[in-house]
């Protein structure tokens, strides 16, 4: 009789593991990433600078980038860096990021890299992970920008 009592204690604990573990994968959060593409448009206002976003499906809206640095010299003489924190606010929430920028003063060229805050942003973006890329210009001297954006935005559950 105990070697029965065994046999079934053993089996429904295989059974109960095996469960516990094919559960996981479908328990576990998922994870949707989408490419982002989009032209920026914005405009100076001193600490900082108030867009749109068009051309890029859920991310259109309006943004503000709020300096968070001053210029930093690079070892080009003509290029610096400066850090600022970026809202973009759509029809589906709010994504923010925090952005390292580098921008050539003499050509009025910039680069950026957006990386997305999970905890700050909202709606759908809210727990969203990834990284926007900002490329583009100023057309005036720097009080008006122009931006390819690109990237992932991989969106939480």
Request: aromatic letters at 6%; one cysteine or more.
């Amino acid at each position: 009789m105990n070697q029965i009592i065994r046999t079934l204690t053993t089996c429904a604990l295989v059974a109960v593991t095996l469960g516990f573990v094919l559960s996981l994968k479908s328990v576990s959060a998922v994870v949707e990433c989408k490419q982002a593409i989009g032209t920026l448009n914005a405009v100076n206002n001193g600490n900082s600078a108030s867009g749109t976003i068009t051309q890029a499906g859920r991310l259109n809206g309006t943004t503000e980038a709020v300096h968070t640095s001053g210029f930093t010299p690079t070892s080009d003489p003509t290029t610096f860096s400066f850090t600022d924190d970026l809202t973009l606010t759509t029809n589906q929430g709010v994504l923010k990021t925090h952005n390292v920028v580098i921008f050539d003063v003499a050509r009025g060229l910039f680069s950026a890299i957006a990386r997305i805050d999970p905890n700050s942003s909202t709606g759908d973006f809210a727990g969203a992970t990834g990284v926007l890329y900002l490329n583009g210009r100023t057309i005036d001297g720097g009080a008006t920008v122009q931006a390819e954006v690109t990237g992932n935005i991989c969106f939480a559950d």
